[in-house]
């Protein structure tokens, strides 16, 4: 799941929206290109495709939250299932294929995967009373986390046929799937009888390594690439550090020079990294981190508050932020 600094909801639909661009402008040797979804109040985009496709979600008058995907031209799609009372959209793959949630008329969350032709498919874990969908790669597995009956957070794997397995690692009081791979490697959270967070990658064939930042009792994995490294943030002390585990098992913290927050949220296939961090002012800006841990920070649009969500294998990255009327807004910056 995002972590403190993110916002956590999303939604789309079926209608053909024409684009609204506001700004371009050049940060870093990047270009960033700000947008809106036509007629939103705020538009939150959060995970970007292999072709540049984004997705998010975006506010009506009413405070209503719907799903868009933005096509790599610019024009934006909106959509919800039917019977949606809120549409959270989270992840997209390189087939433009979107999952995430939407609210049923009680606010109970359900899940849901769109393709790019616009069908939508509502599917649940069986006996659950919440499923949300977190992340799906193109092979259209999907992963994610639902509560049972008694308040119990588990994972989820759902491949594209239908199929919906649960997991938990050893001795679990509650666990988070996050994210998953190519390869269908998923990585997340759980917790302990001792209210210790620790972090996990399952493999594909269902073997779960669970494993901690040293000497943190807290340790949250957001995103996994190609080759199984993810990436995530531990908390140490009062503050919290981002991290970058390799696959066979070396751990690497890193903060942007100044940080007191430092929570990465997506990392490539190269192993570029981004994700939001906080300014001793509290100022929560966006960075990106290069695979020799050399980091760059950057603002959309002179922005108080940036939060990039999403990275693609050409390094492309989405996310939102809010501008200086205090309206919230997305972005698009390219290498």
């Known amino acids: 799941m995002p972590g403190t600094v993110l916002l956590d909801s999303l939604q789309r639909g079926g209608v053909l929206l024409a684009l609204f661009l506001v700004e371009v402008q050049a940060v870093s040797a990047a270009t960033i290109t700000v947008f809106d979804v036509p007629n939103a109040t705020g ?3 959060f995970a970007i495709g292999g072709d540049g496709s984004v997705t998010g979600y975006w506010e009506d008058a009413s405070d209503t939250d719907h799903g868009f995907v933005r096509a790599p031209d610019g024009t934006f799609t909106a959509f919800d299932p039917k019977g949606s009372y809120g549409t959270l959209p989270y992840a997209i793959n390189g087939k433009e294929e979107v999952t995430g949630t939407y609210n049923d008329s009680q606010s109970n969350p359900h899940g849901f995967v769109r393709k790019a032709d616009g ?3 509502l599917f649940d874990v069986a006996g659950a009373t919440e499923t949300v969908p977190e992340g799906i790669n193109n092979a259209g597995s999907i992963a994610g986390t639902w509560v049972d009956n008694s308040g119990i957070y588990h994972g989820f794997v759902r491949t594209a046929d239908g199929t919906i397995t649960s997991f938990d690692p050893k001795g679990s009081t509650g666990t988070f799937g996050d994210a998953i791979n190519a390869g269908g490697d998923i990585t997340g959270s759980y917790s302990d009888s001792s209210g210790a967070t620790h972090g996990f990658v399952r493999s594909a064939a269902g073997k779960i390594t669970s494993f901690d930042v040293s000497g943190t009792t807290a340790t949250y994995p957001d995103a996994i690439n190609s080759a199984s490294d993810t990436t ?16 066979d098992g070396t751990i690497t913290t890193f903060d942007p020079k100044g940080s007191i927050g430092t929570e990465p949220y997506g990392i490539d296939d190269k192993g570029t990294i981004t994700g939001a961090w906080t300014t001793s002012s509290e100022r929560v800006r966006g960075f990106v981190r290069s695979p020799n841990g050399a980091i760059k920070t950057f603002d959309a649009s002179q922005s108080s508050y940036t939060v990039p969500d999403g990275i693609n294998k050409s390094g492309a990255i989405t996310g939102f932020f809010v501008d200086s009327s205090g309206s919230d807004e997305s972005f698009l910056r390219t290498p």
């Open 43 to 45: 538009t939150f985009a």
């Open 119 to 121: 069908k939508i498919t």
């Open 232 to 247: 995530g943030f531990w908390v140490n002390g009062d503050s919290l550090q981002g991290f970058v585990r390799a696959a």
